[in-house]
């Protein structure tokens, strides 16, 4: 979906729509209390406050990579949101972004990945097949697995909007109920007027507060300078993949905005390749985009000709990896 507008400022759309956002959040709040059942492994769960984007995927994924330098053997655990496969089944090569979803198609070049609507049941099958820890990518608001660790990631600019709960604004439930809950909350790029409001919060609930950025590759990046590119991306904020491009010296002649996890259609592919042909442009995108088209006939043009441009967590390593691994209950200290 696309975010409306008027999540970004308390106008009069959003006034009107605050009983049904009490509601909203008393029932996401009281859904959150309930208590679940607790894996056989570690869960550390990577999420966020609001509706959308704000880099989960690559926050998980430098999760992983902190695990697995200190000899665990993690699974991630993904609903696989827009996969038609309700799992729980464990990503291969063969499967298809409309099987499993695009995200989990990235995580398993990573690590080994689970998609399951049911958590404890996907988690049951990590466990299984040998996860010593569960990386959750998503999944902050969803009771029915035991969180030992839950990363809270904030997009430092748009931070959490109006400050309104859905439908009202972008928040999945109250705030203060959120941060209560969290274990540590991660902010990513510059933090504006808004987000630093979450951070005093946060700070009051003793969170331990990281910052991050997203770093485009650079190889990637010295490939396309001076390039003339038709930059598209069907995400949470197209904008924001628009404005690392145009942050890295790398200027996008068109762009071209879907919603976020859209499945592109053969007439967006045509049109996306006529005009890339006709004025002579790159195509690039991201990876999420690319691994939603790779193995779709449909797409397959399209998948070929396009660039992907891969980007990464950065942040203080250090602090990063104790509040992943200080995180973990006693019990596993002798796995990993």
Same mark, same amino acid.
């Given at each position: 979906?696309?975010?409306? *507008?008027?999540?970004?400022?308390?106008?009069?759309?959003?006034?009107?729509?605050?009983?049904?956002?009490?509601?909203?959040?008393?029932?996401?709040?009281?859904?959150?209390?309930?208590?679940?059942?607790?894996?056989?492994?570690?869960?550390?769960?990577?999420?966020?406050?609001?509706?959308?984007?704000?880099?989960?995927?690559?926050?998980?994924?430098?999760?992983?990579?902190?695990?697995?330098?200190?000899?665990?053997?993690?699974?991630?655990?993904?609903?696989?949101?827009?996969?038609?496969?309700?799992?729980?089944?464990?990503?291969?090569?063969?499967?298809?972004?409309?099987?499993?979803?695009?995200?989990?198609?990235?995580? /398993?070049?990573?690590?080994?990945?689970?998609?399951? *609507?049911?958590?404890?049941?996907?988690?049951?099958? !990590?466990?299984?097949?040998? !996860?010593?820890?569960?990386?959750?990518?998503?999944?902050?608001?969803?009771?029915?697995?035991?969180?030992?660790?839950?990363?809270?990631?904030?997009?430092?600019? *748009?931070?959490?909007?109006?400050?309104?709960?859905?439908?009202?604004?972008?928040?999945?439930?109250?705030?203060?109920?959120?941060?209560?809950?969290?274990?540590?909350?991660?902010?990513?790029?510059?933090?504006? $007027?808004?987000?630093?409001?979450?951070?005093?919060?946060?700070?009051?609930?003793?969170?331990?507060?990281?910052?991050?950025?997203?770093?485009?590759?650079?190889?990637?990046?010295?490939?396309?300078?001076?390039?003339?590119?038709?930059?598209? $991306?069907?995400?949470?904020?197209?904008?924001?993949?628009?404005?690392?491009?145009?942050?890295?010296?790398?200027?996008?002649?068109?762009?071209?905005?879907?919603?976020?996890?859209?499945?592109?259609?053969? /007439?967006?592919?045509?049109?996306?390749?006529?005009?890339?042909?006709?004025?002579?442009?790159?195509?690039?995108?991201?990876?999420?985009?690319?691994?939603?088209?790779?193995?779709?006939?449909?797409? $397959?043009?399209?998948?070929?000709?396009?660039?992907?441009?891969?980007?990464?967590?950065?942040?203080?390593?250090?602090?990063?990896?104790?509040?992943?691994?200080?995180?973990?209950?006693?019990?596993?200290?002798?796995?990993?």
């Amino acid at each position: 979906m696309r975010e409306p *507008r008027f999540w970004r400022e308390d106008a009069a759309l959003a006034r009107l729509l605050s009983p049904f956002a009490a509601a909203y959040g008393a029932i996401a709040g009281a859904r959150m209390a309930r208590t679940g059942a607790r894996a056989q492994v570690p869960v550390i769960c990577v999420g966020n406050l609001t509706v959308g984007g704000a880099g989960k995927t690559p926050t998980a994924i430098a999760v992983a990579q902190v695990l697995l330098s200190e000899g665990a053997r993690p699974f991630f655990l993904s609903r696989g949101y827009g996969g038609a496969l309700a799992g729980p089944v464990r990503v291969t090569p063969q499967h298809r972004a409309a099987e499993v979803g695009d995200e989990p198609l990235l995580l /398993a070049r990573i690590a080994p990945t689970v998609v399951a *609507r049911d958590r404890v049941q996907g988690a049951e099958l !990590a466990f299984g097949e040998g !996860a010593s820890v569960i990386v959750m990518d998503d999944g902050f608001q969803n009771p029915s697995l035991i969180k030992d660790c839950s990363l809270v990631v904030l997009d430092g600019q *748009r931070s959490i909007g109006n400050g309104r709960v859905f439908p009202a604004g972008p928040l999945r439930a109250p705030l203060d109920v959120q941060l209560t809950r969290a274990s540590a909350l991660l902010v990513i790029g510059e933090a504006s $007027a808004r987000a630093a409001d979450v951070i005093a919060r946060a700070q009051t609930r003793g969170l331990p507060i990281l910052y991050g950025r997203l770093a485009p590759d650079s190889d990637a990046i010295a490939a396309l300078v001076n390039k003339k590119i038709l930059a598209f $991306a069907g995400i949470a904020h197209p904008q924001k993949f628009f404005d690392t491009l145009a942050a890295s010296g790398v200027a996008a002649s068109v762009k071209r905005a879907f919603p976020d996890h859209h499945p592109f259609t053969s /007439a967006d592919v045509r049109a996306l390749l006529e005009q890339a042909k006709r004025q002579g442009l790159l195509l690039v995108t991201t990876e999420k985009d690319l691994a939603r088209m790779q193995g779709d006939a449909a797409c $397959a043009e399209l998948a070929a000709a396009a660039f992907a441009l891969p980007v990464r967590l950065e942040t203080d390593f250090e602090a990063f990896r104790q509040t992943v691994t200080r995180a973990l209950p006693p019990r596993s200290a002798g796995s990993i």
